[in-house]
């Protein structure tokens, strides 16, 4: 049925109308409310499904609020190559150093535990939080449910993956009994002391305090036992080393494939050698490595050769750098320290001889 209004009225419906459409499409914080966002609502089914509470959630995205910055920070997540000269300045500061000795320091009982039940030393511990978080300090401004709603509900090419990481973020929050919107990240919904995204949270994440709750937050003690935790899920070997210097060539040999650190060890020590580097003398020839060839700023390069402990560095992070940088980090802090860094020197004595 058709229902005229008068002229006057017809205009006053039409301007609340277009009023209502704009300020709909201004008010970032309904952009996700699952009675209007049919792709919101899917998830909720879902997550309902596994028994969070429905009201819970659709309060949780109604309050999440579309932000472009996140986006363009997506965009232009790939910075400039940078040589290990450069890489290595970012994070081998004396003061984190330092602030490294005293985080050890604080928190040694957790430290020695966690060495204990997973075989991680403390200095590798501490360098990934030291990495990541500058040990706790600075562990992101963005809103988790921001980020992580749109990202996975805009991003071009990766909204399955994000939206999975939503799903994850809003099971922890219900089940920590956390307001989701007041925890906070990266702009891609890292978390907490040790940047784990919600499913590494989810799977990795330790309760090393026994209060209850796995909390990458706030607690530095169950942030200590989850890297922990997240290293001996992904193959760390206690005791073992985590590369080799080598010399070489003024440049990378041919024949190498260098800074495969997205996989295990896998070049034999005898092609390395063929190719011009330097092995330890008593290295088997088929032991498999991680060659890797460091920038060092006007030509000149360093080569290490990586065991399976240096490339379960870069599970948590794919770059060679990264995984250099944690290394190192571990080495200082360790000398700091006046400390032989267990399991991180590059010994003398190989796998095959320890054994």
């Known amino acids: 049925m058709t229902v005229s209004l008068p002229q006057g009225n017809r205009w006053m419906a039409a301007l609340a109308g277009l009023l209502l459409s704009c300020g709909a499409s201004?008010?970032?914080?309904?952009?996700?409310?699952?009675?209007?966002?049919?792709?919101a609502r899917k998830l909720v089914d879902e997550l309902a499904e596994r028994g969070i509470d429905r009201d819970w959630l659709e309060a949780a995205l109604a309050e999440a609020e579309f932000r472009q910055p996140v986006l363009d920070a997506m965009k232009g997540a790939a910075e400039r190559r940078l040589t290990w000269h450069e890489y290595r300045a970012i994070f081998l500061d004396a003061p984190r150093i330092a602030n490294g000795v005293a985080f050890i320091e604080a928190h040694e009982a957790a430290f020695d535990r966690a060495l204990a039940e997973y075989?991680?030393?403390?200095?590798?511990?501490?360098?990934?939080?030291?990495?990541?978080?500058?040990?706790?300090?600075?562990?992101?401004?963005?809103?988790?449910?921001?980020?992580?709603?749109t990202l996975a509900f805009h991003h071009p090419s990766r909204g399955r993956f994000f939206r999975g990481e939503l799903a994850a973020f809003l099971e922890i929050a219900f089940d920590q009994q956390r307001a989701p919107g007041s925890l906070t990240g990266s702009y891609a919904?890292?978390?907490?002391?040790?940047?784990?995204?919600?499913?590494?949270?989810?799977?990795?994440?330790?309760?090393?305090?026994?209060?209850?709750?796995?909390?990458?937050?706030?607690?530095?003690?169950?942030?200590?036992?989850?890297?922990?935790?997240?290293?001996?899920?992904?193959?760390?070997?206690?005791?073992?080393?985590?590369?080799?210097?080598?010399?070489?060539?003024?440049?990378?040999?041919?024949?190498?494939?260098?800074?495969?650190?997205?996989?295990?060890?896998?070049?034999?020590?005898?092609?390395?050698?063929?190719?011009?580097?330097?092995?330890p003398d008593a290295m088997a020839d088929d032991h498999l490595l991680l060659p890797v060839a460091l920038e060092e700023g006007e030509g000149t390069w360093r080569y290490v050769l990586g065991e399976n402990n240096f490339y379960v560095i870069t599970r948590y992070n794919h770059s060679h750098l990264y995984a250099m940088a944690v290394t190192e980090l571990a080495e200082a802090s360790a000398a700091a320290r006046g400390r032989e860094p267990h399991g991180l020197e590059a010994a003398d004595t190989t796998p095959e001889e320890a054994s």
């Open 26 to 39: 201004s008010l970032p914080a309904a952009e996700f409310d699952p009675q209007r966002h049919a792709e």
């Open 119 to 149: 075989g991680v030393p403390a200095e590798v511990i501490a360098a990934i939080l030291g990495v990541e978080t500058r040990y706790g300090d600075v562990t992101g401004r963005h809103r988790v449910l921001d980020s992580l709603s």
């Open 189 to 279: 919904g890292a978390m907490g002391y040790p940047q784990f995204i919600p499913t590494s949270y989810r799977a990795y994440a330790v309760d090393f305090d026994d209060d209850g709750l796995r909390d990458l937050w706030d607690n530095p003690v169950d942030a200590i036992g989850s890297v922990a935790n997240y290293f001996a899920e992904h193959g760390w070997r206690p005791g073992e080393p985590l590369y080799h210097e080598a010399e070489g060539p003024a440049a990378p040999p041919e024949g190498i494939e260098f800074n495969r650190a997205a996989r295990p060890p896998a070049v034999p020590a005898a092609q390395i050698a063929a190719a011009g580097l330097e092995v």
